[in-house]
């Protein structure tokens, strides 16, 4: 700074991640996705509460395995019966059908959603998830090798920051930006690198293959350096001005970007994205089918084949 002065910056420079486009979560557990986990728990604890309550204040001489079931079978839209019938009980029987309606109605209706718009897996946006995700063992972290990427992460206020650089650090985690650069993200790895490097070596929407992150480690102000007595600054800054207002930079940047990914352009053949429902969307369906169906003809033969001494009375 004591040697040479700046220009106006032309670019600024972003330092973020990046990791490899999310697929499709898989079909065979969509039964699970309407909800979320923390929803199902409260769900289930909502039904073993009804379940007690309901033994000991709705239904006459009823078992509590006998109490699951009434309340079991009204979420599946069955009738209930064996009811103590006063005011004050028709009203705490009305809200749990108001809940029993509701439920599977909104279980309904999303778990349809996911079956024709299926959901993707779930990837890091931002630094605190992604050093959750390393620190879990689920990704690993890598930074170009030379950078002050480390410094910048083991300096920062955040711990999750901190944490993140230290596990970088601890298992020298980097790489170069190379041909083979693109391959590194094949496994659940995220790289840490500048958004102009990602245009320029992984191309730019709707071709990209990579998701970028929603927030960045540094901001860069770059320009030029200058002795001090330079005689032409105003105009070299004036040129510059020009230049950023005309979009030059970020037309040069785009340019490059497609030619350098213009095979993979090439290569790239374009699908019409299916909407409608396939037997394969709906083979969980009806294999819960018939394992019920299973399930119900084994309760059948059961009570034919049991003998009676052993069935209560």
């Known amino acids: 700074m004591k040697a040479v002065d700046f220009s106006i910056p032309y670019y600024v420079l972003q330092k973020a991640f990046i990791a490899k486009e999310p697929g ?86 999303n778990f349809l959603s996911f079956l024709t718009m299926p959901e993707k897996e779930i990837v890091p946006r931002t630094f605190e998830e992604l050093s959750r995700a390393v620190l879990s063992g689920k990704y690993k972290c890598l930074t170009h090798k030379g950078t002050i990427d480390r410094q910048l992460l083991r300096e920062s206020e955040n711990e999750y920051m901190v944490k993140l650089g230290e596990i970088i650090e601890k298992n020298n985690w980097e790489f170069l930006l190379g041909e083979r650069v693109q391959d590194l993200l094949d496994d659940p790895v995220a790289l840490i690198t500048t958004r102009v490097a990602m245009r320029l070596f992984f191309g730019s929407s709707p071709y990209i293959n990579v998701k970028e992150s929603d927030d960045n480690l540094s901001v860069w102000y770059t320009g030029i350096a200058i002795h001090k007595e330079f005689c032409c600054r105003e105009r070299l800054n004036d040129v510059l001005h020009r230049i950023n207002n005309g979009g030059f930079v970020n037309k040069w940047l785009n340019d490059y970007s497609f030619t350098s990914t213009l095979k993979k352009r090439l290569d790239l053949k374009y699908e019409e994205r299916e909407k409608q429902l396939k037997l394969q969307d709906l083979k969980l369906a009806f294999f819960t089918l018939f394992c019920g169906y299973a399930l119900a003809f084994l309760a059948f033969f059961a009570e034919l084949w049991i003998p009676k001494r052993f069935v209560p009375q």
């Open 24 to 109: 499709l979560m898989p079909k065979i557990t969509a039964f699970t996705y309407p909800f979320s986990r923390n929803a199902w728990i409260l769900y289930v604890l909502m039904i073993l509460a009804a379940t007690v309550l309901f033994q000991r204040v709705i239904f006459r001489n009823t078992t509590l395995l006998g109490s699951f079931l009434w309340v079991l079978g009204s979420i599946a839209s069955q009738p209930m019966g064996n009811i103590r019938d006063t005011p004050w009980r028709r009203v705490l029987l009305g809200l749990w059908l108001t809940i029993a309606v509701a439920m599977p109605f909104l279980y309904k209706t």
